[in-house]
Structures are given as structure tokens and as C-alpha cells.
């Protein structure tokens, strides 16, 4: 959230004209409401892939199409038209960011089992390691705000066909 909220008691939250409101700060998207996926992606037919596979496609993604060379541009800069993921917004309620549960990060896309297929335990329970590596993924993105605590919006999603 920006801004963050001030630390007081009392009603933490409001919906007015259908707009999820947390202190004062408005969220940005409803329930009920579609969003579409940005990933990281690039323009095709890519010239000299050494397949047909990508001849005459539009759109080439970095997730599916991991063994060519190409330009890729940030997901930032997805347009609506290139997105092939679509999604509801199911929730969306205000919550601390070290509150994110074991599930929610699993969900989140955090893998539990290293690549021996055995659950990484050097230091600590399977549990601590899992949040630990949302944790460290988390201050890459928003430097210092896991250690603050920050207020986030969490957005539950329902994939659509």
C-alpha cells in the first residue's frame, strides 16, 4: 500500500461506490472484477530459431518458449492484447506482509521440495525455509518493507479458461 497507513485502532477498513478503501488508502481493483496476467514476453516470428514452431506467431513467451533467443520485454510493459492468462479477483482484504501464510506462499509459486526431490532442511523446519524464500524474494522486489511490515492489499484470484 502507498501510502501506508497510520497505526491505529479501530475500523480497519471501508467499501464506498464499490471501492475497497484501508485507511484512507483506496485499493486498486475489485471483487468480481477480470484482470489479465502480464508475463515476461516478446514479438514473433523470431528469425533464426532453428524451428518452425515460432513461425508467424505474434507473441512469444519467456515461461513456454525457454529455449529460443529473443528480445524480451519486462512483463511491465505487457499490453492487455498480448496477455494469455485471465483472472477474477475473488477478495481482496488489507493484511501485514509477514501474516502471508505457508499455503498462501506455496500458492504464490514458492517450491517446498528442492531439485533432489527432498525438501531443503539445512536450518529450520520445511515451513521456515518455504517463507524464508518468499521472504528474501519479497525484499528483492520492495527492499525493506518485510522487515517493516509493510500493509498490503491481498488479492485472491480465480484463473480463468
Same mark, same amino acid.
Given at each position: 500500500?502507498?501510502?501506508?497507513?497510520?497505526?491505529?485502532?479501530? /475500523?480497519?477498513?471501508?467499501?464506498?461506490?464499490?471501492?475497497?478503501?484501508?485507511?484512507?488508502?483506496?485499493?486498486?481493483?475489485?471483487?468480481?472484477?477480470?484482470?489479465?496476467? $502480464?508475463?515476461?514476453?516478446?514479438?514473433?516470428?523470431?528469425?533464426?530459431?532453428?524451428?518452425?514452431?515460432?513461425?508467424?506467431?505474434?507473441?512469444?513467451?519467456?515461461?513456454?518458449?525457454?529455449?529460443?533467443?529473443?528480445?524480451? $520485454?519486462?512483463?511491465?510493459?505487457?499490453?492487455?492484447?498480448?496477455?494469455?492468462?485471465?483472472?477474477?479477483?475473488? &477478495?481482496?482484504?488489507?493484511?501485514?506482509?509477514?501474516?502471508?501464510?505457508?499455503?498462501?506462499?506455496?500458492?504464490?509459486?514458492?517450491?517446498?521440495?528442492?531439485?533432489?526431490?527432498?525438501?531443503?532442511?539445512?536450518?529450520?523446519?520445511?515451513?521456515?525455509?518455504?517463507?524464508?524464500?518468499? &521472504?528474501?524474494?519479497?525484499?528483492?522486489?520492495?527492499?525493506?518493507?518485510? /522487515?517493516?511490515?509493510?500493509?498490503?492489499?491481498?488479492?485472491?484470484?480465480?484463473?480463468?479458461?
Amino acid at each position: 500500500m502507498n501510502p501506508q497507513p497510520p497505526e491505529i485502532c479501530g /475500523e480497519i477498513g471501508a467499501v464506498i461506490n464499490g471501492a475497497h478503501y484501508f485507511h484512507g488508502v483506496r485499493c486498486f481493483y475489485r471483487p468480481g472484477e477480470t484482470i489479465y496476467i $502480464k508475463e515476461a514476453w516478446a514479438r514473433g516470428p523470431v528469425l533464426g530459431a532453428g524451428s518452425e514452431k515460432w513461425a508467424g506467431r505474434e507473441i512469444l513467451y519467456r515461461a513456454t518458449d525457454v529455449e529460443i533467443s529473443a528480445q524480451w $520485454k519486462s512483463p511491465r510493459f505487457m499490453p492487455e492484447w498480448a496477455s494469455r492468462s485471465r483472472a477474477r479477483i475473488v &477478495s481482496v482484504m488489507p493484511e501485514r506482509v509477514q501474516e502471508i501464510t505457508l499455503a498462501d506462499v506455496v500458492k504464490e509459486g514458492i517450491n517446498p521440495v528442492v531439485e533432489s526431490g527432498q525438501p531443503d532442511c539445512h536450518d529450520g523446519t520445511v515451513g521456515e525455509i518455504i517463507i524464508k524464500r518468499f &521472504s528474501d524474494l519479497w525484499e528483492s522486489l520492495h527492499p525493506g518493507s518485510w /522487515e517493516r511490515n509493510d500493509w498490503v492489499f491481498r488479492y485472491e484470484l480465480e484463473k480463468l479458461p
